[in-house]
């Protein structure tokens, strides 16, 4: 089977080494190599030949895993604190921190000039992409298999916050109005992409302060991401 490079003059990768590394020995590799196949290559491939779609179900597989793994977990936890722990293990930073665990940039198909741009470094990238592959074991093994894979990877990263993790957004306006600061303002910058997977950029400003921008698949998911950012950048100026 061919490794990444099928499309593109871009390095290769055994796609072998993927499969081990995922726990799952692909009955029909197509899944797999559509879910390695970015969205900048739809114009050559087709839409269909892209990840898009994959990723949407990608995400609500590790939604319904990680919800199941969390309540076993913390069966002491109300719905409100399992809901933000969900959200902190479901969102972009813990897909991209998976993904460069198993390696996944090596293995993405994309255009030449993503590949250019550093695109198998680019944390959305190779998180959307994570979602995609877990929608590929998913389509291939069945829940089963992608739930092992999710079990695998996110089981230490349950354990990692002792309390549950506030909120994004709730944590930003929190440190403004402990500035004495008006609340956050979030603007929607701009939507792109397909009706079935749209992409949001949101820009997120605290007053005084330079805003952060973030993308995310539905306009609720850019906030928190752009919330995460300003926060991770205000506490740095703090420090």
């Not at 269909?48 to 319904?64: H, I, K, M």
Request: hydrophobic letters at 40%; aromatic letters at 4%; a negative charge.
């Amino acid at each position: 089977m061919a490794g990444p490079g099928n499309h593109q003059g871009g390095r290769t990768s055994d796609v072998n080494n993927l499969m081990a590394a995922l726990g799952h020995d692909f009955t029909n590799p197509d899944h797999l190599q559509q879910a390695l196949t970015h969205a900048s290559l739809a114009d050559r491939l087709g839409r269909d030949a892209a990840n898009e779609r994959l990723e949407f179900l990608g995400d609500r597989v590790l939604g319904l895993v990680v919800a199941d793994m969390l309540l076993t977990a913390f069966p002491g936890e109300n719905e409100g604190q399992i809901a933000r722990r969900h959200s902190a293990l479901v969102r972009r930073d813990a897909l991209a921190r998976v993904a460069r665990h198993i390696g996944l940039g090596a293995y993405l198909n994309l255009s030449t000039g993503e590949e250019e741009g550093g695109g198998r470094e680019n944390p959305a990238i190779i998180a959307d992409c994570c979602e995609a592959v877990i929608a590929a074991l998913y389509l291939d093994g069945g829940l089963s298999v992608a739930r092992a894979f999710i079990e695998r990877e996110w089981t230490g990263m349950l354990g990692e916050e002792p309390t549950p993790p506030k909120d994004a957004k709730t944590a930003l306006q929190e440190w403004a109005q402990a500035h004495g600061l008006p609340l956050p303002v979030y603007t929607e910058v701009s939507r792109e992409g397909p009706a079935h997977a749209p992409l949001f950029q949101v820009e997120v400003s605290v007053e005084g302060h330079p805003p952060a921008k973030a993308e995310g698949t539905t306009k609720r998911a850019a906030e928190q991401d752009a919330a995460a950012t300003l926060l991770g950048l205000l506490s740095n100026d703090d420090g």
